[in-house]
């Protein structure tokens, strides 16, 4: 039997953090071996906010950089640009005419979006969710690793997708794939160093709110150290009076590899000024290996043109051919 198809894809906005990795990629490279995956690096979405023309490919061959210093192994994935992959935007117009406005005007990720960017909002922010089903949508994916936030959009998919059918497939042969989304909840959902409540993002003004994959281990520290905690002593999990306490011991558990009954019983007795360090210790050891081969690669550009060549070939038979199906379906003249 075949192996089941994994997608998934990053913007290309900023540094990785921790989120990312905790709640994206490390998944991924954990699943990749009984999966025949696609990962790819989302460009097209990252001009959906206002964004500076000069880093955009800069950002591109940074995230493909860290996805191969993550682990992402090209015996089992492929890695590819998503604006190489012109079928994207071209399903995604072909799916904007199946999907019902008001669908996208429920997306709690455009409605916090666009409400830090009041008069610009742009069409692109709104239409997010559609290109991201397209993504999806293309490569027949049976399972798409994320964190928890991006579980609505993945309903919304399954939703085109069935719309689709209904609308378009005959009885026996569905027009699309319906995907799974597979969220671990382990660092599902990674919370801001700042606020215990908020989930760390790329797009949170404050650089302490973060660790980013290649921040050095001096400014790993220091944001470990001013991190916000609270004044109890004695450190546990699920308090929900404790947003802070939950976070970072959750990331402790999953850097150091522990259980969470193991590290309930390490850090009960706990004060903060005896466990930040510990924190900050499994952290630097556990980014190192990422930021040693980062460089690695960074140093070859040809290694990484090369592979991106081979990951866009891949990626586009298998688009195309979807491509080519959806319109068939949909009533289209073929091309002569
Ligand atoms: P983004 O940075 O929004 O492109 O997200 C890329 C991937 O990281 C998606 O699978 C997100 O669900 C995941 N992700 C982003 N932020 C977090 C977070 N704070 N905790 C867990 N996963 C996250
Ligand atoms: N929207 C996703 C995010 O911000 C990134 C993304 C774009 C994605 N297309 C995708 C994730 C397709 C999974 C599958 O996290």
Redesign the pocket.
Known sequence: MSKQRV?????TTGNLHLGNYLG?IRNWVEIQSQYDNFFFF?DL?AITVPYDPKTLADNTYNLAALYLACGIDLQYSTIFVQSHVTAHSELTWLLNCITPLNWLERMIQFKEKAIKQGENVSVGLLD?PV??AA??LLYDADK?P??E??KQ?LELTRDIAVRVNDKFGKKKEPVLKIPEPLIRPEGARVMSLTDGTKKMSKSDPSEMSRISLLDPPEEIKKKIKRCKTDPIKGLVFDDPERPECHNLLSLYQILANKTKQEVATECQDMGWGQFKPLLTEVTVESLKPIQDKYQEIMDNKDYLNSVLKEGVAKAEEVANTTLSRVKDALGYLPRL
Request: glycine content about 10%.
């Open positions: 997608l998934s894809g990053i913007q994206a989302a979405h997010y290109l991201m993504d999806i798409v994320v964190g936030d991006q959009h």
